[in-house]
């Protein structure tokens, strides 16, 4: 099959996705339509929580969905070693406009040490190469190849495995419904709790906050307070902190 052949064949998942009924559906329709051209496999496709480390809104079936090709295991350890540390091409992934081979990533990021994890746990799993495509800052939809894609794809398949991920993932957002959280949710706080909070984390005093947020002094105050006692903190720094490593912060 050729590059135009395809091209062809993503056209024509794209036409029909919206007839798939179910997330397996659309995975493994966009797996046949590209497997035999790049031997690409798809690995599966995920949406992000709003915030960094907020594993509690990650779940298999319902925001991750894996495809059948995926090597048995490396979910498993790849979600453990998430939650300890970040994985920088996931990272790269949500804020860039572009999609890019994993290769390129690694070269691009040039992570060292303990940063290089999902490098090596994919190619434990015999995923040497993988393309990720980022859809609309919340979805990322994932391949994976035993060989280097670099000199494989060309730019014209690039744009049409692109294209085709992000039918897919309009396709899965409207399967399981957009299912946003607020950020600050788990811990209950309200917005006017979250602003004080960040402005106190740039080191601004109440009448500070006060005047930047055009709120009265006894009011920040109360916010304050009140973020304090739900957050579990000793003080107004602890909180600060707490919201910090809970990553609140927008």
């Known amino acids: 099959m050729s590059d135009g052949d395809l091209r062809m064949s993503l056209l024509q998942y794209c036409g029909e996705v ?18 035999s051209r790049h031997k690409l496999h798809v ?20 925001t991750v969905f894996l495809h059948r090709a995926t090597p048995a295991g490396w979910w498993e350890e790849y979600a453990i070693l998430s939650q300890r540390g970040f994985d920088p091409g996931i990272m790269m992934a949500r804020v860039s406009l572009a999609p890019s081979t994993w290769s390129e990533t690694t070269r691009m990021l040039e992570p060292i040490g303990i940063d290089r994890w999902p490098h ?13 495509c980022p859809v609309g800052g919340r979805w990322v939809v994932a391949f994976w190849s ?28 409207t399967l399981v419904g957009p299912k946003p959280r607020r950020i600050g949710e788990h811990a209950h706080l309200t917005p006017r709790e979250l602003a004080v909070l960040r402005w106190a984390s740039l ?17 920040v105050r109360s916010h304050l307070k009140k973020a304090q006692e739900k957050l579990g903190a000793r003080n107004r720094t602890h909180a600060v902190a707490e919201a910090m490593r809970q990553q609140l912060f927008p």
């Open 43 to 62: 690995l599966g496709a995920g949406r992000f929580p709003i915030k960094f480390g907020d594993w509690a809104s990650i779940k298999v079936g319902e």
């Open 146 to 173: 035993p060989r280097l894609l670099a000199k494989e794809l060309a730019g014209a398949s690039r744009a049409a495995l692109f294209m085709a991920a992000s039918f897919a993932a309009m396709r899965l957002e």
């Open 120 to 132: 090596e746990l994919a190619l434990k799993y015999g995923m040497r190469d993988g393309f990720t």
């Open 203 to 219: 080191g601004k005093q109440v009448r500070g906050i006060a005047e930047g947020l055009g709120l009265g002094a006894e009011t």
């Open 18 to 35: 919206d007839a798939l009924g179910k997330p397996t559906d659309v995975l493994d329709a966009l797996h046949d339509a590209v497997m």
